[in-house]
């Protein structure tokens, strides 16, 4: 399998496979690989001659600078995690920070139409501008065909669709259902982090989102949100940051239900020092 840490080697790997008139599938990520990066890799190889897999913790993402220093960098078994599934049409770019952002690790500015601004981008500033220039930088140095994003990060995935939009990025931007563990708890690289009495009582998050997803279906949104708010009230162990439901286009939370619309309930969870997110369908 090859491993690439300069954007350079891999693009003139890249150039020589698209002479070829292969195409390639890319799935970017900040490592800790598990079974629901897999899943996104799988979905590349069924459709790509070759898929490239990144690996980058992006410094500009976090607000919180702890998270940064503590989030698991375990290079060596993503690579032997993604060998199981093929050593030849898999590929790996590995930078370093200097490699993708040079001497200046700031984030560009972006307006992705207000999108940015709601649920996530409330809660951590400069969440997205630093989502935007990675992922800029990443389509820049990969120049994929097809790229995978889960569907866990949906916000993020809507983003990532305006990004591509508004610079003509030639690359198709394709959402996966989110991957869980046999509980419901949604896949996350930040999940290893969990403390044993904090994995037990995570699937909650899951089994609150199908209950409120019921409600939605006879029950207003101010409802079924106060419902939710009272049952992470009984939970000592986790402790809800955010629930709201938004139109899947705008985001922007719901004021009344319309059948033409669909909806998305979006949750965030410190479960301990842990945060968590995930999201679900009502409609």
Same mark, same amino acid.
């Given at each position: 399998m090859k491993v690439f840490h300069h954007k350079s080697e891999l693009s003139d790997h890249i150039n020589l496979l698209k002479g070829d008139g292969k195409s390639l599938g890319f799935v970017p990520t900040m490592g800790a690989l598990h &079974?629901?990066?897999?899943?996104?890799? @799988?979905?590349?190889l069924s459709t790509n001659d070759?898929?490239?897999?990144?690996?980058f913790v992006n410094p500009t993402q976090?607000?919180?600078?702890?998270d940064l220093v503590k989030y698991p960098r375990t290079l060596d078994d993503d690579v032997a995690l993604l060998k199981t599934l093929s050593e030849s049409t898999i590929m790996v770019y590995a930078p370093t920070v200097e490699d993708l952002y040079g001497d200046k690790v700031?984030? &560009?500015?972006?307006?992705?139409?207000?999108? &940015?601004?709601?649920?996530e981008g409330a809660f951590r500033a400069g969440h997205f501008d630093g989502v935007g220039t990675v992922v800029k930088r990443l389509f820049e140095a990969v120049k994929p065909d097809n790229a995978y994003f889960g569907e866990k990060d949906f916000q993020q995935l809507q983003i990532i669709k305006k990004l591509v939009s508004s610079y003509s990025i030639p690359v198709e931007v394709i959402g996966c259902p989110i991957h869980?563990?046999?509980?419901?708890?949604?896949?996350?690289?930040?999940n290893t982090r969990l403390t044993k009495e904090h994995r037990e009582a995570a699937p909650f998050i899951y089994k609150t989102l199908k209950s409120a997803k019921t409600k939605f279906g006879t029950k207003s949104a101010k409802t079924v949100s106060e419902w939710v708010v009272?049952?992470?009230?009984?939970?000592s162990l986790l402790k809800l940051e955010y629930f709201i439901i938004a139109d899947t286009e705008t985001l922007k939370p719901? @004021?009344?239900?319309?059948?033409? @619309?669909?909806?998305?309930?979006?949750?965030?969870?410190?479960?301990?020092?842990?945060r968590l997110i995930d999201n679900i369908a009502l409609n």
């Open positions: &079974e629901g990066h897999l899943a996104l890799v @799988k979905a590349g070759f898929v490239v897999v990144s690996i976090f607000d919180n600078q702890q700031l984030s &560009e500015s972006f307006n992705f139409g207000g999108l &940015e601004h709601e649920m869980r563990a046999p509980d419901g708890l949604a896949m996350s690289s930040r009272k049952q992470f009230k009984k939970q719901i @004021k009344r239900k319309s059948t033409k @619309k669909t909806y998305r309930a979006f949750i965030a969870v410190y479960a301990g020092d842990i």
